[in-house]
């Protein structure tokens, strides 16, 4: 059973948005504010690659080139959520989008890889197609 659960995927067109969320499940007894939460996305054929996250101190979050400036991350504590807010979508960025979550220390971009995280989501479709 999956720790953490995404939605908001789908397909639109080259500039649209799309808003994920990712929450905690039910079962799970995870406070997302008291960890790092990450988002990763994989292509066809591609590996798993970071795409933005929080620092565990929540003091910044870090995005990778290919999505500054058109990505956010944000979480609602109240809700035990967070999201990611995708705006001016490409092509390029179709691919399933996994939350996760890292009990240990993430303070750096460096640190936002898959072997730092230790909780994932089953994920959610984002296809973007002319």
């Known amino acids: 059973q999956a720790h953490l659960v995404e939605s908001g995927g789908g397909e639109v067109h080259p500039g649209g948005s799309l808003r994920l969320s990712c929450a905690a499940s039910e079962t799970s007894g995870f406070d997302l504010k008291r960890n790092a939460i990450g988002w990763f996305r994989q292509a066809p054929g591609k590996g798993r690659e970071g795409v933005a996250a929080f620092s565990s101190n929540f003091r910044n979050t870090f995005y990778a080139d290919s999505v500054k400036g058109r990505f956010i991350m944000s979480r609602d504590n109240v809700e035990n959520t967070v999201y990611l807010q995708m705006n001016n979508l490409e092509p390029e960025d179709t691919a399933k989008y996994h939350c996760?979550?890292?009990?240990?220390?993430?303070?750096?971009?460096?640190?936002?890889?898959?072997?730092?995280?230790?909780?994932w989501g089953q994920g959610t479709q984002v296809t973007v197609s002319p």
């Open positions: 996760a979550l890292a009990m240990g220390d993430i303070s750096s971009w460096a640190d936002v890889h898959i072997d730092e995280y230790d909780y």
